[in-house]
């Protein structure tokens, strides 16, 4: 079916361009048209004819939408290089809203969009805060919150933390150093807690970078360098007078794989193709000469990925199947126990144990794979004191020494006391589609009416998030 274009509707029949949607209404879905005045009354009615044919095709081809013109209304007028982001953001709905968010957010900090970027992170992380903040409401959330894939994605620990981290990063860009020390707290946070479990944190950078925007505000950081020198050999505190953060993320983050007879099992595999191991910044002053500055690992990934507390894990999800195992185990044998016992007491015993056998079985065990994908393997750092401004290149090396990559943007701001360049090795610009996403699972889910009403209000909130300027 030939698609009307635009010019020749109504703008008050498109969804999502207009800036005026109340935030509590779903977006209006293009039932009906208007002619454009300046048409002949016979080419009017034949659009608007071809125009509620279209409408109709499209509610029996995605049921309550998003429809394209919705898509096309909300990503259009987006830079190109994002507009892949922002379709999937606003075609995933809620249950992979913080993935998406998150990777727009990245991308958008990639591409100098920082308006976007703010708001994405601060999108998800409200999102995040409904079920891990350290609060009543959040635990009760949590309690009844489970990670099988057809659930809303929050994350792993090592995801949320580097969520609230480059939130914090945005916030020393402004020169916000109280709300970057209280971003990079909150990350310290997520890297301590799970859906059933506490641990205690050992992610340095977010210690370091703790005492880093305390510094800039004035205040002490001994406290929160000292934390994050006991976790990471190697690091350092800054000198007292300070005043520039070089910060250069390495290579590709950890991969999320299913594992296990039931496919039970959420492991995580070090990603391959990256040689670099540090870069070197080179700030140039306006007058004198450059200085080489090495970067120094603040913290890995991988291993926040790979281990809770410090201790090393064979899956996330590992403990659940064994739960379940366990569980399929104590049924069986309170069944049995009972049937030989027999009488009363063998009747409940064996009936206690049908229905530990009968919840066991009824679980679902699937690994959830959705996954952040554009995340660095590691973070490296450097600080030093420089007066006046300066330009700087970051370049990367190897165990084998000097690396030759392509080049990466840099986000170089001072406000403030202090200032910051941030760089990565590897392009966050990897593409719209939700990592690790089922397409069946999402489809099913996509179907159920409560959910087909959630995502449209979603949609409403997020055009209201991302109002053009």
């Known amino acids: 079916m030939n698609i009307v274009p635009f010019a020749l509707v109504s703008a008050t029949a498109l969804a999502v361009a207009g800036a005026a949607l109340a935030q509590d209404a779903p977006p209006a879905v293009a039932t ?30 995605y049921g309550d939408g998003p429809y394209p013109d919705e898509i096309d209304g ?3 007028t987006r830079s190109e290089a994002l507009r892949p982001y922002f ?10 809203a ?46 009844v919150f489970h990670k099988e894939s057809n659930k809303d994605w929050k994350g792993e620990p090592y995801e949320r933390a580097m969520a609230y981290y480059y939130r914090g990063l945005l916030y020393l860009r402004k020169g916000d150093y109280n709300n970057a020390r209280a971003s990079f707290k909150g990350a310290e946070y997520q890297d301590t807690v799970s859906e059933d479990e506490e641990f205690q944190s050992d992610f340095a950078l977010m210690d370091y970078l703790m005492g880093w925007a305390s510094q800039c505000a004035g205040d002490n950081g001994s406290e929160a360098y000292d934390t ?7 690091l350092t505190a800054p000198g007292a007078a300070d005043n520039v953060l070089m910060i250069a993320e390495l290579g590709h983050g950890p991969l999320k794989e299913k594992d296990g007879k039931q496919k039970e099992k959420l492991v995580f595999r070090p990603a391959e193709g990256f040689p670099e191991t540090g870069a070197v910044f080179v700030l140039a002053p306006a007058t004198g000469a450059s200085t080489h500055y090495d970067s120094h690992l603040a913290s890995s990934v991988y291993y926040q990925a790979t281990t809770r507390g410090g ?46 056998s009968l919840g066991s079985s009824a679980m679902k065990t699937d690994a959830d794979i959705r996954q952040w994908d554009t995340l660095p393997d590691g973070v490296s750092l450097s600080t030093t004191k420089l007066a006046g401004p300066f330009t700087s290149t970051i370049s990367y090396v190897s165990e084998n020494g000097a690396l ?36 069946k699972v999402r489809a099913a889910v996509a179907k159920k009416k409560d959910v087909v009403q959630k995502d449209k209000l979603f949609r409403t909130g997020i055009v209201s998030t991302f109002l053009p300027e």
């Open 32 to 61: 009906s048209v208007s002619a454009d005045p300046a048409m002949d009354p016979a080419t009017a009615k034949a659009a608007l004819k071809a125009r509620e044919q279209q409408v109709k095709a499209w509610k029996a081809q």
């Open 98 to 143: 913080v993935l998406n968010l998150s990777r727009l957010g990245l991308a958008a900090m990639e591409v100098g969009s920082y308006t976007d970027a703010e708001r994405a992170f601060d999108a998800a992380l409200l999102r995040i805060e409904s079920v891990y903040a350290k609060n009543k409401s959040a635990e009760a959330a949590r309690s």
């Open 87 to 96: 379709k999937a953001l606003y075609t995933g709905g809620e249950r992979n």
């Open 404 to 439: 030759t990559l392509p080049p990466t943007p840099v986000m170089q701001a001072t406000a403030g006391k202090c200032t910051i360049v941030w760089t990565r090795s590897r392009t966050a610009l990897t593409g719209g589609d939700t990592p690790g996403d089922d397409a």
């Open 311 to 356: 201790r090393a894990m064979d899956g996330i999800l590992n403990g659940k199947a064994n739960w379940k195992t366990g569980t399929a185990t104590a049924g069986n044998a309170l069944l049995t126990a009972g049937l030989v016992q027999g009488g009363d007491a063998g009747m409940y015993m064996a009936l206690a144990g049908a229905l530990f």
């Open 74 to 76: 909300f990503t259009q």
């Open 228 to 234: 994050a020198i006991k976790a990471e050999k190697g």
